[in-house]
């Protein structure tokens, strides 16, 4: 499943130039990630009570097409891998003409208490529905 969250860029998100400065991508990827858990019923406060933890373990990025001031961005989301130990998200951010901008491969590890601890069956099981097949 591809989840979308929508937002508009603010000047104070800028680089000098008018554009979304690239240390804002990785939060706004964190945001989209997190409004993602809530659609699947599944807020990280809800899996901290469960002792889950999910932790950034690797990203790679792309950036395609500058993202302008006031620009209203789309960023889609979807799970393409997962296992009880670790997960992989795919984000793509699109502006509001449709073109893509930007692109991220993101691998999550999950653990519990600070040290890796395989997902609930449970958990898991609710991810696996979600995966973009």
Same mark, same amino acid.
């Given at each position: 499943?591809?989840? !979308?969250?929508? /937002?508009?860029?603010?000047?104070?998100?800028?680089?000098?130039? =008018?554009?979304?400065?690239?240390?804002?991508?990785?939060?706004?990827?964190? =945001?989209?990630?997190?409004? !993602?858990?809530?659609?699947?019923?599944? !807020?990280?406060?809800?899996?901290?009570?469960?002792?889950?933890?999910? *932790?950034?373990?690797?990203?790679?990025?792309?950036?395609? #097409?500058?993202?302008?001031?006031?620009?209203?961005?789309?960023?889609?989301?979807? *799970?393409?891998?997962?296992?009880?130990? #670790? =997960? /992989?998200?795919?984000?793509?951010?699109?502006?509001? #003409?449709?073109?893509?901008? *930007?692109?991220?491969?993101?691998?999550?590890?999950?653990?519990?208490?600070?040290? !890796? /601890?395989?997902?609930?069956?449970?958990?898991?099981?609710? *991810?696996?529905?979600?995966?973009? #097949?």
């Amino acid at each position: 499943m591809i989840f !979308a969250f929508t /937002k508009r860029i603010y000047g104070y998100e800028c680089d000098i130039y =008018g554009h979304l400065n690239n240390a804002n991508y990785l939060q706004l990827l964190e =945001g989209a990630r997190s409004e !993602a858990l809530y659609e699947m019923n599944l !807020a990280q406060s809800d899996l901290q009570k469960k002792g889950v933890q999910l *932790f950034v373990h690797y990203v790679e990025m792309s950036f395609i #097409k500058a993202i302008d001031h006031d620009e209203l961005i789309t960023i889609k989301s979807c *799970f393409t891998e997962m296992n009880r130990i #670790k =997960g /992989k998200w795919h984000q793509e951010i699109y502006n509001s #003409k449709g073109e893509k901008c *930007f692109n991220a491969d993101i691998t999550i590890v999950f653990a519990s208490e600070g040290k !890796a /601890k395989r997902l609930p069956v449970e958990v898991y099981e609710l *991810f696996m529905h979600y995966l973009e #097949k």
